[in-house]
């Protein structure tokens, strides 16, 4: 098969939950000038409008939808949804997170605990056995879940001080490494029928953050700079398409190189 033929995602349907976002809107537009059909998932419907109308103001495809990922009967409909307009989806990203634990992090409530694990843990599930199922009974598939590389190495307090950012809240390292193993597993029930499951592992994004953090963690990452729009893409693009036929089960670190040294 051509090289071009391996990347391209004509004739594919792809759902991005959290694809309206700072890390799933770069992996929208990717999969979508890779000629997917694409979904953007989100809780927020203003969110998936904007980012729908910009991608379909480059002449793309791209449809919105709404999910509540804690919530299977949302997560079901939301899916009948897509199935309806387009087809079974070929590919899954879940790139969406909330993160409730913000006051007093390790002080923090229970109950915000608890709602963090509700929509990160049990929305990963759902999504995950709701389309991967779906995948299965068409015996192909692929699955893209975004992990953050505070699932492979526990935040660096010393880039926080003298900033207003705060540390790492306790749930966000449980979830997103928890989500790598879980691909793991997925990865292994699923390939019998064909339904690959990788995970990527970004490290941090740009987003205007303010000195001397940004300083400090550019000066921890080896290839010197913060993780852009287009850094997502490529790996994105590669995971969807029969150019990683042959990957299943991996965790991949987009991270400028932070988590080798």
Known sequence: MHINELFSLKGKCATIIGGAGKIGFPMSEALAE?????????????????????LQNQGLSAQGFQI????????????????NKFKIPDILVNCGVERPMKERYFEDTVENWDRSMAVNARGLFLTCRVFGKAMQEQRSGSIINVSSIYG??????NLYEGTDIHQTEPDYPYTKGGM????KYLASFFAKDNVRVNCIAPGGFFNNQPE????????????????????LKGITVFLASDASSYLTG???PLDGGLTII
Do not use: W
Request: net charge negative.
């Open 34 to 54: 890779a000629d997917a059909d694409v979904c953007i998932v989100s809780t927020n419907e203003k969110n998936y409008i904007e980012a729908t109308q910009k």
């Open 68 to 83: 509540d990922q804690s919530n299977e009967d949302s997560v079901k409909k939301c899916f009948n949804q897509i199935k």
């Open 152 to 157: 492979l190495v526990a935040p660096d307090p």
């Open 180 to 183: 790598q193993m879980f691909s």
């Open 212 to 231: 001397p953090f940004l300083s400090r963690y550019i000066k921890k990452v080896p290839l010197g700079r913060m993780a852009y729009h287009d850094d």
């Open 250 to 252: 991996a965790v991949i």
